[in-house]
């Protein structure tokens, strides 16, 4: 029961640190990559406690519910997801400790898929309240290209789910190992999960929702001040909880918290070299593009999984 | 006895409520409301009462029985609460209209008669009722005038084609077995050939399809439910089409049975399979065309098809996870349904008829409680945690996955994803966004229409909450099935064929909002501003024109609307046209000249006489 | 740049913070625009001192004038820093805002910015090369550190003297005033 209760406090926080760090950390590989020193990793905290003592304005209960219910919505999915660890069955390895993943058994993946709902369709809700048309295009964009990864991204869990048979991600995780990362037995759901990674995490060259030159920032074009903070922590802890699917799903979770987060880091890591070279795309070619390649390699992997069973 | 209690209640009341309106309109609405609601009473005391009981002991030969068990129990729960809120909401919608009266008593027929199917013990008293509901539904879809004709028009043609279907598929029977009475017929197609399960299957699945609007049957919907009065279209989505499903169960798990079932059909295309497709195919396309729409009824209605087929998808899978959630999704869907047809209702009675999603706006802060409600009403079409859509989602898609069909695991979670676009659609552009002048003093929703939605949003919330309410009684019907009993809690399911515990998601989700909210008051605040103080790059905001609602999925509309025209009614109206040119010529026989008559009688006696003496016919 | 100092930071968490988040609103407001660029891309990266542009004022809390206001654009300058949150500093570029400067004798430019927005700081120049940016920047941080940066709660004490001198630029505004109480019963009905 301690445990338990350790584990619902710990998940989250680490989620919080390893969000802003990885914020932080975005910045800064973009700007080493520009060749100019950039930010220090801790700036994201800076930003947030500025943000945090500045008065800004509000258009009513549901602006400021949006922002409430999708940081909330944020922090339970991390409950749900796996943060290193091995199950029992699994066997012992010398580093690795109990899993840590505190609602591992009230519903599975499918509970993970729709808890990942709840932060867009809160910001959806809360600027459709902002009353500013900026707001309902980026919004209207969100969704769109929430669409476009969707279809390729059910693909690819579709086909972990029927190769381990299994709705549970602990299972999933655990079963990876014993035997083999899902790279490798599932190498092409991989791939395709591996090219909308930046269309899920909202970076270029799909950061076309939050667009600032676009449309002021869509979603958060009214959004300032405390609502803003909490916003950039929810943005921070939804890369992480994206990124731990990720990891989860094909990289074998990780033996200890420690080799979990390193995957962690070693995953953004790839994704923000890409999103720094490139620049952004129109909603429609991203629709194009994902329905294209990715749904493409997803759906030869399910064929594959089907036929194979 | 109970059934026959209630169905004299429902049609004597209908009789009574337009008498009643002859004399006073308060009457008639007093008796109108007190006669829905002593319905839900009645059937609330049946619950977990079984039995049968023969009204007419002879009619041309045949017993008429009706009967009651838990299935029945379900269904007509669901239908009388949807009727009396829908006839509640009725007393504002429908005040000062000419056709109230017709209204009143005709919903309360059409209740009557949605009753007595699913009361009906035997074939032929199912097809009475089914019969008695077709028609009614159809004069009051017809109310409106206008264009509700040409719709009713449409509806009625397509309904009696499905029931003479079903008359086919009875005669079949009764031809074929010799009895009507259900548990009789049960244990007669036990031993029949599969040949002629496979045609009972058809008749009566062609009857059945039509009514709930399966792919490619449903293009009477769309019009129907938009063109019908709002309450009205509340009851045709929210519980007539369940009709439809409630004969699918009755025909496929009560009449033929789990053994014959799965066995029906040739190598992979069993009736299972095409209807499990014809259900995935439901989902996916309606729920994308329901993406385009910028009528709100039209919306909801193509989005009633598209969760239909949800229900479809889980009753045609046939395990015993997916059959509970497609029963438990048609409970959810009649609270969801008709709560959005309520609300939409609401907004366009108080607009003064506006339902253009392009011509609407920030209504949220005029008519807060019905935009509480239609969010969660929404929410719950989606299926987001703590609403009944839940629960029921989870089972279908768990069942899919785990008995390895992951297409249709896929086609029903790209139905999620439509589903997720249309309702933010509707919900935006109806009540986010900035407020158009005129809708300036829009008035907040009467007292009898807020009373059924929050009483909707109430249910759709309790049922999230606590799923194991209705996840009992839907269990018990499963077992009645034979299906495999499962280990239902309070919160969820415990048993080794899924593991879910609804009760962990919500106090998690209730713990974490609160410590959020407090982290947010730990920041400094701001005042409140109005619309017209929006970011506009520096300029003053025009008042009420500063609002994105006209192509809202633009670039997605532009990609997917060559694909999703509705190819099935371009077939129909086509066949309708060819049908019609070839009447036009036929209908040259009838010269109204009475010369020409006598002469086809006079040829026809002739080749008559010619062929008895030639060829000695008779 | 005492930003690793960390018993500054829990003596004060949000003056260190302000100083080191200056988000500035992408406006561009006159020539000056042309040494933005700059400033923040590669060669004098200002983000190393946690200085961003964002699109809309309702993120931001630097405000940078730069260049020569016209009358079209003190509308929107104005309309834009009352969108801004609290605590928001002002930072005027060239010598245009200071005095008119090579406008000084034009019909359409505004020779005295601060009577009708507050500035915190101006920076010389016509203009100020980025490493003026800089300094300038630096005397920011000493005036927040000193509480000297206080351009918004001037706005909000002297708002009726601000408000007339605006209204009588431009009549009607178009949008009601920020701050209703200040404004004395007799000028808000003229």
């Not at chain 2, 768990?398 to 309702?423: K, M, N």
């Not at chain 2, 933010?424 to 009898?448: D, M, T, W």
């Not at chain 3, 006159?30 to 400033?39: A, R």
């Amino acid at each position: 029961m301690v445990s338990k209760i350790l584990q619902i406090v710990l998940s989250p926080a680490i989620a919080l640190v390893i969000g802003m760090l990885l914020l932080g950390l975005s910045r800064k590989v973009i700007a080493r990559i520009h060749r100019r020193y950039g930010p220090p990793i801790y700036q994201p905290v800076i930003d947030v406690v500025r943000m945090m003592s500045q008065a800004s304005i509000s258009h009513g209960a549901l602006f400021e519910l949006g922002v409430v219910l999708a940081l909330a919505g944020s922090i339970v999915t991390v409950l749900f997801i796996p943060l290193g660890g091995t199950s029992a069955a699994a066997g012992s390895h010398p580093l690795a400790h109990r899993l840590l993943c505190p609602l591992s058994s009230s519903g599975g993946l499918l509970v993970v898929i729709y808890l990942m709902l709840f932060g867009p369709v809160s910001i959806a809700l809360g600027a459709g309240a902002s009353e500013n048309p900026n707001a309902s295009i980026g919004v209207s964009r969100n969704m769109l290209l929430a669409l476009a990864y969707e279809v390729p991204f059910l693909l690819v869990i579709l086909a972990v789910m029927s190769h381990y048979g299994t709705v549970s991600l602990a299972d999933i995780v655990s079963r990876q190992q014993q035997s083999g990362w899902g790279v490798l037995t599932v190498p092409l759901s991989t791939v395709a999960a591996f090219l909308i990674l930046p269309a899920m995490l909202g970076i270029r060259p799909f950061d076309l929702a939050g667009a600032p030159q676009e449309i002021a920032s869509g979603p958060l074009a009214e959004y300032g001040g405390r609502y803003l903070a909490l916003l950039t922590i929810q943005n921070g802890i939804q890369l992480f909880v994206v990124i731990a699917l990720f990891v989860n799903l094909f990289l074998g979770g990780g033996v200890n918290v420690v080799t979990f987060l390193l995957k962690v880091f070693g995953v953004f890591l790839a994704a923000e070299l890409v999103s720094a070279v490139l620049p952004r795309v129109r909603i429609e070619n991203a629709l194009k593009f994902c329905w294209t390649w990715p749904t493409g390699l997803a759906l030869a992997q399910m064929i594959i999984t089907v036929v194979s069973k | 006895m109970l059934p026959t209690t209630i169905l004299i209640v429902a049609f004597a009341s209908a009789g009574l409520v337009y008498l009643a309106g002859k004399v006073h309109a308060r009457l008639r609405n007093a008796l109108a409301v007190l006669s829905s609601l002593v319905l839900v009473g009645l059937i609330g005391l049946g619950y977990g009462a079984w039995g049968e009981l023969v009204y007419v002991p002879d009619f041309l030969g045949l017993e008429l029985v009706l009967r009651l068990n838990l299935l029945a129990w379900f269904f007509a729960i669901t239908v009388a609460a949807v009727v009396s809120l829908s006839t509640i909401f009725s007393l504002s919608y429908m005040r000062r209209k000419e056709s109230a009266n017709f209204h009143y008593s005709a919903t309360l027929a059409v209740e009557g008669a949605m009753l007595g199917i699913v009361f009906a013990g035997d074939l032929l008293s199912f097809f009475i009722f089914w019969e008695i509901m077709s028609w009614s539904a159809y004069l009051l879809i017809s109310c409106n005038r206008g264009r509700a004709l040409e719709a009713g028009l449409k509806y009625i043609i397509m309904s009696l084609v499905g029931s003479c279907g079903m008359l086919i598929g009875l005669l079949a029977v009764y031809t074929g077995l010799g009895v009507l009475r259900i548990p009789l017929v049960a244990e007669g197609m036990q031993a029949a050939s599969p040949g002629f399960v496979l045609l009972v299957l058809l008749t009566f699945g062609l009857g059945f399809g039509i009514k709930s609007a399966m792919v490619p049957l449903h293009t009477w919907l769309p019009d129907a439910h938009s063109e019908a009065a709002s309450p009205f279209s509340a009851v045709l989505s929210g519980v007539l089409i369940k009709m439809g499903i409630y004969g699918f169960v009755l025909l496929m798990y009560v009449v033929v049975g789990l053994k014959l079932l799965f066995g029906v059909g040739a190598a992979w295309l069993t009736f299972r399979h095409v209807l499990c497709w014809l259900g995935a195919i439901t989902v996916v396309i309606p729920t994308f065309i329901a993406v385009l729409q910028t009528d709100a009824k039209r919306l909801l209605a193509w989005s009633s098809i598209g969760q239909i087929g949800y229900i479809i998808l889980g009753l045609s899978f046939g395990t015993s996870l997916a059959v509970a959630g497609a029963i438990f999704h048609a409970l959810n869907h009649a609270l969801c349904k008709s709560l959005l047809f309520l609300a939409v209702g609401a907004v366009e009675h108080n607009t003064g008829g506006v339902r253009d999603l392009n011509k609407l706006g920030g209504l949220a802060k005029r008519m807060p409680v019905t935009f509480a409600c239609a969010l969660l009403a929404g929410l719950g079409l989606i299926g987001i945690p703590l609403t009944s859509g839940f629960v029921p989602k989870w089972l279908i898609y768990r069942s899919l996955i785990e008995d390895g069909y992951p297409f249709l695991a896929l086609a029903s979670l790209i139905g999620t994803w439509g589903a997720i676009l249309y309702v933010y659609k509707l919900l935006h552009n109806i009540f986010l966004g900035q407020l158009p002048e005129k809708h300036r003093e829009v008035r907040r929703a009467p007292l009898s229409m807020r009373i059924p939605i929050l009483l909707l949003g109430l249910g759709i919330l309790v049922f999230g909450v606590v799923p194991g309410i209705p996840l009992r009684v839907v269990q018990a019907i499963g077992e009645t099935f034979g299906f495999a009993r499962l280990k239902v809690t309070l919160w969820g399911l415990a048993s080794e064929a899924g593991a879910l515990n609804v009760l962990n998601i919500c106090l998690a989700i209730v713990i974490a909002f609160v410590v959020v909210f407090l982290i947010m008051r730990l920041g400094a605040k701001g005042p409140q501003v109005s619309q017209e103080d929006s970011y506009a790059a520096g300029s003053a905001v025009p008042v009420g024109r500063y609002h994105y609602t006209v192509d809202f999925f633009g670039p997605l509309s532009r990609m997917i609307a060559p694909y999703l025209k509705d190819r099935v009614d371009e077939f129909y109206s086509w066949v309708g046209a060819r049908a019609r040119d070839v009447f036009s010529v036929t209908r040259r026989m009838y010269t109204g000249y009475a010369g020409t008559y006598v002469l086809y009688i006079i040829s026809f006696l002739a080749l008559l006489i010619f062929l008895q003496s030639v060829w000695k016919v008779w | 740049m005492d930003r690793s100092h960390l018993a500054k930071w829990l003596k004060s968490p949000a003056k260190m913070a302000n100083k080191y988040s200056l988000h500035a609103v992408y406006f561009c407001t006159g020539c000056g625009i042309i040494e933005i660029p700059p400033v923040i891309t590669a060669r004098w990266d200002a983000e190393r001192f946690g200085i961003k542009a964002v699109a809309t004022p309702r993120q931001g809390n630097l405000f940078m004038i730069t260049g020569y206001v016209s009358l079209k654009t003190l509308k929107a300058i104005i309309r834009t820093y009352e969108q801004m949150p609290d605590p928001k500093y002002t930072v005027a570029f060239g010598s245009c805002p200071i005095n008119g400067g090579m406008y000084w004798d034009s019909y359409n430019t505004i020779k005295h910015l601060d009577k009708y927005i507050p500035v915190d700081g101006w920076i010389a120049g016509c203009m100020p090369r980025p490493e003026a940016v800089f300094i300038g920047v630096t005397h920011l941080w000493t005036l927040i550190d000193k509480g000297k940066a206080d351009g918004y709660i001037r706005y909000q004490k002297k708002y009726a003297a601000y408000r007339r001198n605006q209204e009588m630029l431009f009549g009607d505004l178009g949008w009601p005033p920020l701050y209703p109480s200040d404004i004395p019963a007799e000028e808000a009905g003229a």
